[in-house]
């Protein structure tokens, strides 16, 4: 299986951070965000990974990329466990990129993979959600995929005062964790949301999907939404949902990034007293 990552957004949320860099690029802890994404897909057991890129994004094709002139360098310095972490970026997987000419929506992003996917189930990964668990979120897509030989999209039960930021389903459980997929609505008004279940950013897909974004009319912000292109496929084909095992990180706003920083720290055991120490100190808990 193959794998897709949209990374052509211009990220505007984050300026001035990224007047001149990508947003994908911008650092969690000591990694950029989008080697989360491409380290998960790597986890997942796939190997091929295109990434939709646009204007601006040549750093991302760089970081993954063999560097020569850092090696050496590294290497001269006797600096074997940095050598080791860049070498590792540019050997994990087979990384191709191709850029979207304008930005017409995630659906458009994703068609722009047709001709690398081919006519075989693939995956999706986006870069605004960053998920953690001993199974990575897509390995767990994929199992449920495997199953049932139909599309899967990833979901998380999320408050009410926060669906109208998501695409939203309703559906039916059928088993552990999985729901049959009776519609879909992207961004509903508040209190119009059919459920409580978003969908997240990690998708397992037929390519039965291309023929419906190129069916599929700009909708909301006058782009083609990938929520209305499954609605469309579910017409002839199941489309499942699976709400998956683990923890997922928003990194969609500045908040929420700033949020993803620390929780990941903490994670960290070179990291995690230190960072303690220093919040409780600035929030005014005194240890004893």
């Known amino acids: 299986m193959k794998a897709v990552i949209p990374a052509a957004g ?30 998960e897909a790597v986890f997942s057991g796939i190997k091929d990974i295109i990434i939709i890129t646009g204007r ?36 994990m997987a087979h990384v191709h990129f191709i850029r979207q000419k304008e930005q017409k929506g995630l659906g458009d992003a994703i ?19 960053i998920t953690t668990d ?10 449920v995929f495997n199953k ?37 609505v992207e961004k509903p008004l508040p209190g119009k949301a059919p459920s409580n279940l978003a969908m997240l950013g990690r998708y397992v897909l037929t390519p039965n999907i291309f023929d419906c974004i190129k069916k ?11 929520t209305d292109a499954l609605n469309l496929l579910r017409k002839n084909h199941d489309v499942y949902a699976y709400e998956f095992k683990g923890k997922r990180y928003d990194i969609g706003t500045k908040i929420d990034w700033v949020k993803a920083n620390i929780a990941l720290s ?6 995690r007293n230190e960072l303690i120490t220093y919040l409780k100190k600035q929030i005014g808990i005194h240890q004893d």
């Open 10 to 39: 211009l990220g505007t949320r984050f300026l001035p951070a990224t007047k001149a860099q990508p947003k994908e690029m911008l650092p969690l802890v000591d990694k950029p965000a989008i080697q989360y994404v491409v380290e």
């Open 56 to 91: 601006g994004k040549r750093a991302i094709e760089d970081h993954f990329d063999k560097s020569f002139e850092l090696e050496h360098l590294l290497k001269r310095a006797g600096k074997t466990d940095e050598l080791k972490k860049v070498q590792e970026i540019s050997n």
């Open 111 to 129: 068609l722009c993979a047709k001709e690398f996917v081919g006519n075989e189930p693939f995956a999706v990964l986006l870069g605004d959600d």
């Open 134 to 143: 001993k199974t990575a979120c897509t390995k767990q897509l994929i199992d």
């Open 148 to 184: 049932y030989k139909k599309s899967v999209v990833c979901i998380e039960k999320i408050s009410k005062e926060k669906l109208c930021k998501y695409g939203v389903i309703k559906g039916k459980k059928i088993d552990d964790n999985v729901y049959f997929i009776e519609s879909l």
């Open 216 to 226: 599929t009319k700009p909708g909301i912000n006058n782009e083609i939404q990938l």
């Open 266 to 271: 903490l994670e960290r055991n070179d990291l």
